[in-house]
């Protein structure tokens, strides 16, 4: 595993990270930003912003993209076609079937809408990632 890390080319992963930190910022404020709140129940409040809620999300988006950046090193994966194909279904797979799972309890007052602005958000993210790790390549 160790050896995988030194191959990666830790360029594009940075470059891929920016790209799903920048979506992230923008899917959250400025694209779905009240249909965001509705689904937290917060339609007529102003979200905190608190460095948590942007140091968080961006720590995890690190390790989505590594993590990502590994996988596709070990199987090889190198066309976008192949690519796209990886993202759907671990998009799908892992990324939004685990948002719709994390949704689904009681402190979501609409687990279904969070579940769809924030899989959507993981999905697209996730797409923009492997193709910026495969163009790169």
């Not at 990324?95 to 309890?105: D, E, H, K, M, S």
């Not at 687990?111 to 993210?125: E, K, Q, T």
Request: hydrophobic share 55%; aromatic share 10%.
């Amino acid at each position: 595993m160790i050896s995988q890390f030194a191959q990666l080319n830790w360029i594009s992963v940075a470059i891929a990270f920016v790209a799903y930190s920048i979506h992230g910022a923008l899917w959250f404020t400025v694209w779905f930003p009240k249909p965001y709140r509705r689904s937290l129940g917060k339609e007529n409040e102003t979200l905190p912003n608190k460095p948590i809620f942007i140091v968080g999300p961006a720590i995890c988006s690190l390790v989505i993209t590594i993590t990502t950046a590994l996988l596709l090193y070990a199987l090889q994966i190198s066309s976008i076609k192949a690519g796209i194909e990886f993202g759907l279904l671990i998009g799908i797979g892992f990324l939004v079937a685990n948002t719709v799972n994390i949704a689904i309890n009681p402190n979501i007052p609409r687990p279904i809408l969070y579940g769809i602005i924030s899989g959507s958000y993981h999905l697209v993210g996730i797409l923009i990632v492997n193709a910026i790790l495969i163009a790169m390549k």
